[in-house]
């Protein structure tokens, strides 16, 4: 697997994604990589093309618990120590590739052998550490709806994101409001 250096926000993505599929995030909802097709499903609607093996699940799961760690992480050094660990994981250091254009990149390869968590290490911690260095410590945040313990790293323009899944927690509180709006009146 080759990893763009720019393309922070896929990593970065991909890392809150995966730290809000964990049961204590939506309680109601549970765990959302139960079982190796659920993992499957994730992987492929984020374009992560991987053979699964039996120990993959658990292994994305430990990922999971670490990115989440550093998803809270309250100190910005930790959270670059603790992304170039995992991407020291599977990487084997930069090089310079052409694009689709034939334009020149800087990107970071995997080991071909390094297994799917390895490489998912990899990718997420880059895009922690693109996310950090261009954004900063600031766009990585909590859910502001009172039923979600989600993390997300906004890496929006506008850098106004409040929502770990805007599609779900955003609505549920729009609806709400709405709905309270129209008791009152």
Not at 106 to 124: C, G, H
């Amino acid at each position: 697997m080759k990893i763009d250096f720019n393309d922070y926000a896929r990593g970065a993505g991909l890392a809150t994604d995966l730290v809000n599929t964990a049961p204590e995030v939506r309680r109601i909802a549970g765990e959302a990589l139960a079982a190796l097709p659920d993992l499957r499903r994730f992987l492929d609607e984020r374009g992560v093309d991987a053979e699964l093996t039996a120990d993959d699940l658990a292994e994305v799961h430990e990922l999971r618990r670490e990115l989440r760690v550093l998803l809270d992480a309250e100190d910005e050094d930790q959270v670059a120590e603790g992304a170039a660990d995992l991407v020291r994981r599977a990487g084997i250091g930069p090089l310079l590739g052409r694009d689709a254009d034939g334009r020149w990149k800087w990107q970071v390869e995997t080991a071909p052998d390094s297994p799917l968590v390895d490489e998912l290490a990899a990718l997420t911690g880059l895009g922690l550490l693109g996310a950090l260095r261009a954004l900063g410590h600031n766009r990585f945040r909590h859910c502001a709806s009172p039923d979600c313990e989600g993390a997300f790293v906004d890496t929006s323009k506008a850098g106004r994101r409040r929502y770990c899944t805007p599609d779900l927690c955003g609505n549920r509180i729009n609806v709400a409001n709405h709905r309270a709006r129209h008791r009152t009146t």
